[in-house]
């Protein structure tokens, strides 16, 4: 998820997704880490999924009411976009 977030609200966004958003990921299934990336007020999320279908399950299913939850600190719509990782040298646990 790419979003630009209000003035000011980086710090409030990072603190709310992991009080209020990474307890409720974290119990979906399928969900293996998440990446929270801040520049100024822009903030980049890449979640890590076990496959596409749970990835699909939780944006159609449990997404939508997470992001309702932040919508007061963004400034535009959230955008998301679906890659499949193709190499890393990251370390996602199994």
Known sequence: M?????????????????SQILPVLRQQAGFQDELA?????????ISFWDDRKHADMYHNTVYPKL???LNPMF???PKVDIYEV????????A
Do not use: S, Y
């Open 67 to 69: 992001v309702e939850k």
């Open 75 to 77: 400034q535009t719509p």
């Open 37 to 45: 990336l801040l520049d100024n007020n822009r903030a980049l999320l």
């Open 2 to 18: 790419q979003v630009q977030l209000k003035e000011g609200k980086g710090k409030e966004f990072i603190q709310a997704f992991e």
């Open 86 to 93: 193709a190499t890393t040298t990251l370390h996602v646990a």
